[in-house]
């Protein structure tokens, strides 16, 4: 399983990206998506996740209210609406994919949050 994220960049407090994370073709049922994020020096942290096996979707308590997972029609991709961005919402953002004992990630995308 192949993953490529996109959507990320620069933009300024206050203001919104949208995140893709696309398996290139090849369905996500069945897997435990979730995407990550990790700033310079930290260590990398789980920002949201959904099960597909019970519908239920972990946000961290750090972006509740404000990042929203979704999931596409073709369920080849995923989502992660990103809003009311802060400057320590600034990280590369990965999304990983699990199955039993396959984990898959993607190379992540850049987001910048800065006045």
């Known amino acids: 399983l192949q993953l490529v994220e996109s959507g990320g960049g620069w933009v300024q407090p206050g203001g919104s990206l949208r995140l893709s994370c696309s398996a290139s073709?090849?369905?996500?049922?069945?897997?435990?998506i979730g995407w990550f994020r990790q700033a310079p020096g930290n260590e990398r942290k789980r920002v949201s996740c959904?099960?597909?096996?019970?519908?239920?979707?972990y946000y961290a308590d750090s972006v509740k209210g404000r990042f929203a997972f979704s999931r596409g029609s073709a369920n080849d991709t995923v989502y992660l609406q990103m809003n009311s961005l802060q400057p320590e919402d600034t990280a590369m953002y990965y999304c990983?994919?699990?199955?039993?004992?396959?984990?898959?990630w993607g190379q992540g995308t850049q987001v910048t949050v800065s006045s």
């Open positions: 990983e994919a699990d199955r039993g004992s396959m984990n898959y």
């Open positions: 959904f099960n597909s096996n019970d519908g239920s979707t």
């Open positions: 073709g090849r369905s996500l049922d069945g897997y435990a």
